[in-house]
């Protein structure tokens, strides 16, 4: 994926008129250290939860227990929010990925993704690949990548809002 399609700048939310490049999103995506997965529960309410992720591809990649609460969720409605950024108003940017995840279970995308999380967390996050999940033998986890629809791009001084849409 070549990345987006188009980047606008929302003039309603912001004093800065010009569209956050795509490439410092990207960059702000790879580099993030930990990353907030918004799904939502079978009864309609919300379930979010902090988690560690690599962005390649052009898609973000986590792993979780096949019976955690987000797992759950997924399997009803694939439809996820992803958002990553400075907890200050008027310092750093805030990013918000809007996209589908679907469970990867193959061997080369999982050894990808083991990889990545190695590369850029070191060996507290070691994962080896077990049939078509990640981690121990008895109860792998599972792979996810979200594939974006839209990524918005928040800055804070000046502040501004910039949507990077996806085919």
């Keep these: 994926m070549p990345g987006p399609r188009l980047s ?5 939310y912001g004093d800065d008129p010009t569209a956050a490049p795509w490439a ?3 960059r702000l995506l790879a ?4 990353y907030w ?11 979010v939860t902090p ?31 992803v958002t990553t950024g400075a ?11 809007e996209g589908t995840a679907q469970r ?3 061997p080369v995308r999982l050894q990808a993704f083991a990889d990545a999380t190695l590369a850029k967390y070191g060996e507290a996050w070691r994962f080896t690949v077990h049939g078509d999940g990640v981690g121990d033998g008895d109860h792998p986890a599972w792979v996810f990548a979200v594939t974006p629809a839209k990524v918005l791009t ?7 809002q910039t949507a990077h849409m996806f085919d």
């Design 154 to 160: 928040f800055g804070k001084e000046p502040h501004s």
């Design 31 to 34: 580099d993030a250290e930990l």
């Design 51 to 81: 988690l560690i992720g690599a962005w390649f591809d052009d898609r973000f990649h986590f792993a979780s227990g096949a019976r955690e609460q987000k797992v759950h969720n997924l399997l009803l409605n694939p439809q996820v929010a």
């Design 24 to 26: 410092r999103t990207d």
């Design 37 to 47: 997965l918004s799904t939502v529960r079978a009864d309609g309410r919300p379930h």
């Design 8 to 12: 606008r700048p929302d003039p309603r």
């Design 87 to 97: 907890n200050a108003w008027a310092a750093g940017t805030d990013v918000v990925l």
């Design 104 to 106: 990867l279970t193959e």
